[in-house]
């Protein structure tokens, strides 16, 4: 592995520590190298809180080997003040004069400005070390700020022969397709996402409560599509413990304890409504887990950026079918008896 290369790698290590925990700002680690030794490394670990520059610096014992060491970001210094100074600035200060960047940061503040700020300067820049491997991990961040929209996981289960869900349930719960392995592992997803969202049919049939109580985790905001209101109102989701929003054609709903009602025109398109709405309230990442016809929704309109689909090892022969895409596998393994498939919209 070539030298940059090992110590980009580390930064996307480091950076992956704030997994879920930095929006809105993007996942960054940084270390510090003097002959070839790492001698100080830090990532942002919550907005607000110093950027992964700042706690590489003040990880350094002897700050006397800065002007002599090079800095490496998985992400370009950032070059304005928002919550914290700009990070640029203070490696210039430190008087380090090498600068190893993973990929360039496309949020419009930033985007490239970091990099001539170093430059000017003085400093030496190296760009695009591992720069796919760089925005694929902040693939939110540049799906959020280059597409303006969130970016959008899908999530189903399905049996072996196809189907998502009966043509009938008897009780108003989920019909389980999954395992408890597969389960746990969907509510850590749901703890790395920004909201879910879910159809009127899934919550009426499911009355699901869209939390994360199998790990320890923030719960994602609940984002449900109810288009005449007819979910109960008894429901988990309405129980006022999480941050709710329900897209709906009825304006005359008010809004109570976090529980709000946004009117969207049902006969226009309204996927794209709804990633309007969520773009413009600064969510990153959406993660959808309600049925067919949601889901489908969303493929035909091609708004979605990963697929994770489970399938079981049950049978049903005749159900709801499961939603038809054309995506490019990327992961695949064995949970217990489940199947998890990642596909990625090329």
């Known amino acids: 592995m070539k030298i940059h290369e090992k110590y980009i ?28 030794e790492i001698i100080g490394e830090g990532w942002h670990q919550k907005a607000g809180k110093p950027h992964a520059e700042v ?32 990070c640029s600035d203070l490696i210039i200060e430190k008087g380090i004069k090498k600068v190893v960047i993973g990929t360039m940061d496309p949020f419009a503040k930033v985007a490239g400005r970091g990099i001539q700020k170093l430059m000017n300067a003085g400093c030496e820049v190296v760009l695009g070390v591992l720069e796919k491997e760089c925005q694929e991990l902040n693939k939110r961040f540049f799906t959020f ?50 909201a879910i969202l879910v159809g009127t049919n899934t919550a009426i049939k ?26 109960p109102k008894n429901s988990h989701l309405f129980d006022g413990k999480i941050s709710t ?24 398109n309204v996927p794209q409504q709804i990633c309007d709405h969520l773009y413009q309230k600064e969510f990153q990442s959406v993660i959808i887990e309600g049925g067919q016809q949601t889901l489908q929704s969303f493929i035909d309109k091609n708004l979605w950026d990963e697929a994770r689909v489970f399938t079981g090892s049950v049978f049903l022969e005749e159900g709801i079918k499961a939603p038809t895409f054309v995506g490019n596998k990327i992961a695949s393994e064995e949970i217990g008896d489940n199947n998890l498939s990642i596909y990625k919209n090329d």
């Open 206 to 231: 499911d009355n699901p409560k869209l939390n994360t109580r199998l790990v320890e985790g923030e719960n994602p905001t609940r984002i449900v599509i109810d288009r005449n209101l007819k979910i």
């Open 245 to 268: 929003f329900v897209f709906t054609e009825n304006s005359s709903s008010k809004n109570q304890e976090n529980l709000t009602f946004i009117p969207i025109n049902f006969e226009e």
């Open 55 to 86: 706690n590489a610096i003040h990880s350094v014992e002897d700050k006397k080997l800065l002007k002599k060491a090079t800095i490496y970001v998985s992400l370009e210094p950032c070059s304005h003040f928002g919550k914290t100074p700009p």
């Open 9 to 36: 790698n580390r930064c996307i290590q480091l950076a992956k520590n704030a997994e879920g925990k930095t929006y809105p700002n993007p996942l960054v680690g940084s270390v510090l190298v003097y002959k070839n």
């Open 145 to 194: 700020h280059k597409k303006k929209r969130p970016y959008i996981i899908l999530k189903w289960a399905q049996t072996k022969d196809g189907f998502i869900a009966p043509l009938q349930q008897n009780e108003r719960k989920p019909v389980w397709i999954s395992n408890e392995k597969s389960k746990q592992l969907v509510h850590k997803w749901r703890s790395e996402e920004q």
